[in-house]
């Protein structure tokens, strides 16, 4: 494209106070990177919506030569005018075909139209800071150096090396060594006393130094579960109370009379009758005889038929 800025004129062009709010997302307090790869390289990308979370919280307001921002559609009006300086671009994350491994960086691709959302994520073009990258590399170096040059130390200093270097083997051995301890007083414990008791309950917890040696023992106390007893004999509630319920629905419908169809008569569509009452029996008795009456005269017609 013609009219195309590189990447580094674009940012040389921001104002400081742009050039601050990217320092800031740019730090511990900014958005939580993600990392992608984007044309083969490996880069952070954002989404936008934890952008504006980092905008609206307490350490921005406590940021120096920075715009203010008070509410999220100021939060989105400034990410909007740092976006055309290409500190960071839009992106897609488009789905691979195969099911990536947990762990592995996701692909990204440049999105053709540039515009800012919540929902959308974007790549960063600029590295977090330049000085700590240099400290880094430069602390590394002289590690390394100082490791290599090791046989030109002056003999105290190797002593001390040497003496220093045993006494971290020895803290590790008496770490392991209660780990041990501890293990089999447990299951000593467990077997004679029907629970445990730990030593140093906390040694391996996500704990400070000190707190890993506090209390000094504990019973152990499993997580509760649920016993098959309880589930069984509420299976066996629930399968009696529906027998039950059958077995009266059936001794209900024992107790209804069937209907009576006599001759010439067309098949009755009513529902069955309630539960029979002596008032109920009597009407069925004289039903009954009126229907044999009838049946007689229906005989005594066909014979004079013949």
Aim: hydrophobic letters at 40%.
């Amino acid at each position: 494209m013609d009219g195309a800025i590189p990447i580094v004129d674009a940012q040389n062009k921001a104002s400081p106070e742009l050039k601050a709010v990217i320092a800031y997302l740019r730090s511990k307090n900014g958005p939580k990177a993600r990392r992608g790869v984007l044309n083969g390289k490996r880069v952070d990308y954002f989404k936008g919506k934890t952008a504006i979370k980092c905008l609206l919280a307490p350490a921005y307001a406590k940021t120096k030569k920075v715009p203010k921002v008070t509410n999220e559609e100021e939060a989105s009006a400034l990410m909007v005018r740092l976006l055309p300086h290409a500190f960071f671009l839009q992106t897609d994350r488009p789905e691979p075909p195969t099911p990536l491994p947990s762990g592995q960086p996701r692909p990204l691709q440049i999105s053709p139209q540039q515009s800012f959302s919540s929902t959308s994520y974007y790549t960063w073009f600029v590295t977090p800071s330049a000085l700590t990258t240099y400290l880094g590399s430069a602390l590394l170096v002289l590690i390394l150096l100082a490791g290599v040059m090791f046989p030109l130390w002056p003999p105290s200093l190797r002593l001390g090396v040497y003496y220093l270097s045993l006494g971290v083997l020895g803290l590790i051995g008496v770490f392991m060594g209660i780990a041990v301890i501890r293990l089999i007083i447990w299951v000593g414990t467990s077997l004679v006393m029907k629970r445990g008791i730990w030593w140093f309950p906390n040694l391996f917890e996500d704990v400070g130094f000190v707190d890993s040696f506090i209390p000094f023992w504990a019973w152990d106390t499993p997580t509760p579960k649920k016993s098959k007893k309880s589930t069984s004999s509420s299976s066996s509630k629930s399968s009696s109370s529906k027998s039950s319920k059958s077995k009266k629905s059936q001794s209900q419908s024992q107790s209804q009379p069937a209907p009576v169809v006599g001759l010439g008569d067309a098949p009755s569509t009513a529902t069955a009758p309630g539960p029979v009452t002596s008032e109920g029996s009597a009407m069925h008795l004289g039903g009954q005889a009126n229907m044999r009456q009838r049946q007689q005269a229906y005989v005594e017609d066909a014979g004079d038929d013949e």
